[in-house]
């Protein structure tokens, strides 16, 4: 559809677009969510045996709600959660059964509507930081698995949902209904018969409950998703950078890890945190911590069949290829910092405050500390989560598969916005690495954003 053709679509963008970052409305929501949650705690009161509610408990892992509607972990589902936008703060729902205060009056029919369209029972038109965007594809099965699970297998609580404090003209709920209007996908997912049914289940499982577009795909001027499916275009998941985190391309992932991101590779990641490289970090940690490490094998190889075909892995590397030392040489960088030769500020900074655990060499240590030396997170054009990282500090994904949360500490109180962009472009640019310097203004940028989050 053609922006500028409709009157809605003006009314739409003059609301929309009033301040510098109001495209990022449910994009920074759920960035800020993913950041502060730590892992949901797992509902209760599932009657044994029933297969349904079983399935629906489970479903609700992949679509990830806990993460989102719980701010109290003793209190489940029962929401709260504060997210912070550029329009003021927006708050979770109370999703558990209770009549009262939270979804126990939804009929299957209420539920779903709140699910695909983002209409609550009472009629309130949903923002969406809430992704019904995505969860619109999912099917009917599933969702009728769900609807049994929130209502017979979820413990009700009672607590009042709060105003949400979000700015004029933002808190105007019916303005949904004209994005709805111009954005929201139709139907549920339609399998694409040129491709397998393994295939087909992974890019169900991507597009709707699991929402991985959330981060990874652009979005417009409105905050909306530019695609929801990979078909006929390059922009689905091909990357976005919000609450100064970069959620890479994973159009070209396969590519941007020197063409070695096996299917393995992304089943492992997706389980445990790590990977080759390093591991999930930021945003990503959360998602792998409270969703995908629950996923049953064949739904975890479906994703993974579905992300490295070559229906999905359409775009060349976004990713400034590394070259390692040869075999048997001595990098040039490890062999001067280890003597104690600081030729920049940025090595002298790296010495000071990252070379203990990533090691002079770059290549840090076995399962606790990434490796800095060709690591695609590092050479990525955009440096938005590098220089997040080096601020805040991150944990990895604390995962059955790889229990320990090993955790960097954030360096901002520390180092000015001179001293990061500095450190930072050293990284980029030794042991191999050859991605672009980085400015302060980038650092500036990304600092801005984080001592503003909740
Ligand atoms: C990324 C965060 C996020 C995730 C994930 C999420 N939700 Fe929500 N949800 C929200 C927010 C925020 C609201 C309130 C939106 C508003 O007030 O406009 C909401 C509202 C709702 C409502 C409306 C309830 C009411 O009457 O207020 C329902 C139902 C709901 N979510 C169900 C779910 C289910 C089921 C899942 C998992 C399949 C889920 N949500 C996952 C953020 C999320
Ligand atoms: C809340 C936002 C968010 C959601 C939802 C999300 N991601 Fe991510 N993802 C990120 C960020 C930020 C990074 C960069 C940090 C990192 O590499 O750990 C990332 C990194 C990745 C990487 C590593 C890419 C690389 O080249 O190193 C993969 C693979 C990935 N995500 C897959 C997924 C899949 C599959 C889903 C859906 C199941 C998903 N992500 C959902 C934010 C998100
Ligand atoms: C106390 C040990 C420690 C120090 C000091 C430290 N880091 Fe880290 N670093 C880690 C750990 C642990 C992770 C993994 C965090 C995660 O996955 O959430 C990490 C992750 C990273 C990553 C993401 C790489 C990836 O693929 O996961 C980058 C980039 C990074 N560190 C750079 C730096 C820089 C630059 C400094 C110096 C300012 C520094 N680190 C100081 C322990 C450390």
Redesign the pocket.
């Known amino acids: 559809m053609s922006l500028a053709a409709t009157p809605l679509a003006t009314l739409a963008l003059t609301v929309f677009a009033a301040g510098p970052a109001l495209a990022q409305t449910?994009s920074a929501?759920?960035m800020a969510?993913?950041a502060t949650t730590g892992v949901a705690s797992v509902p209760t009161a599932v009657p044994a045996g029933d297969a349904q509610i079983m399935r629906g408990a489970y479903?609700?892992k992949?679509?990830?709600?806990?993460?989102?509607?719980t701010v109290d972990k003793s209190k489940p589902l029962a929401?709260g959660?504060p997210?912070a936008t550029p329009f003021g703060t927006?708050?979770?729902?109370?999703?558990t059964p209770d009549n009262a205060t939270?979804?126990g009056a939804?009929s299957y029919d209420?539920?779903a509507r709140?699910?695909r369209e983002?209409v609550?029972?009472?009629g309130?038109?949903?923002?969406?930081?809430?992704?019904?965007p995505s969860?619109a594809k999912?099917n009917d099965d599933d969702m009728h698995a769900?609807y049994r699970y929130?209502l017979s297998g979820v413990q009700p609580i009672s607590a009042a949902?709060h105003e949400?404090g979000l700015n004029f003209p933002f808190n105007i709920?019916p303005l949904?209904t004209v994005w709805n209007t111009l954005y929201l996908p139709k139907g549920v997912y339609q399998p694409d018969p040129q491709q397998s049914v393994e295939w087909n289940r992974g890019a169900y499982l991507v597009q709707g409950?699991e929402?991985c577009g959330?981060c990874h795909t652009p979005r417009g001027v409105t905050g909306q998703e530019l695609s929801f499916g990979e078909q006929g275009n390059s922009v689905f998941l091909s990357g976005y950078s919000l609450a100064g985190w970069y959620a890479p391309n994973l159009r070209s992932a396969v590519a941007d890890h020197g063409g070695n991101w096996s299917h393995q590779d992304v089943v492992a990641y997706l389980r445990s945190g790590r990977s080759k490289d390093g591991a999930a970090f930021g945003p990503m940690s959360e998602v792998i911590e409270d969703s995908t490490q629950y996923l049953h094998d064949d739904d975890l190889n479906a994703i993974a069949t579905y992300l490295t075909s070559p229906a999905v892995q359409t775009v060349a590397s976004t990713v400034t290829q590394p070259t390692p030392p040869a075999a048997g040489t001595q990098d040039a960088v490890a062999t001067e910092l280890r003597a104690g030769h600081i030729g920049s500020t940025g090595a002298a900074v790296y010495l000071n405050s990252c070379n203990a655990c990533h090691r002079s060499d770059g290549t840090g240590a076995m399962a606790a500390f990434p490796a800095l030396a060709g690591n695609a997170a590092v050479n990525t054009t955009d440096p938005s989560s590098l220089i997040h990282i080096v601020l805040t500090g991150s944990h990895m994904p604390s995962t059955d598969a790889a229990p320990t949360p090993v955790a960097m500490p954030g360096f901002g109180s520390r180092l000015s916005d001179q001293q990061v962009a500095d450190l930072l472009s050293f990284v980029r640019s030794s042991w191999g690495n050859h991605a672009p310097a980085v400015t302060s203004d980038q650092v500036a940028k990304v600092r801005k954003i984080v001592s503003s989050a909740p």
């Open positions: 449910a929501a759920l969510t993913a479903l609700s992949v679509g990830d709600c806990a993460a989102c509607h929401g959660l997210l927006l708050y979770s729902t109370n999703i939270g979804i939804y209420d539920f709140a699910l983002g609550a029972k009472d309130r038109r949903l923002y969406p930081a809430m992704p019904y969860y999912i769900l929130f949902n949400n709920r949904m409950l929402h959330a």
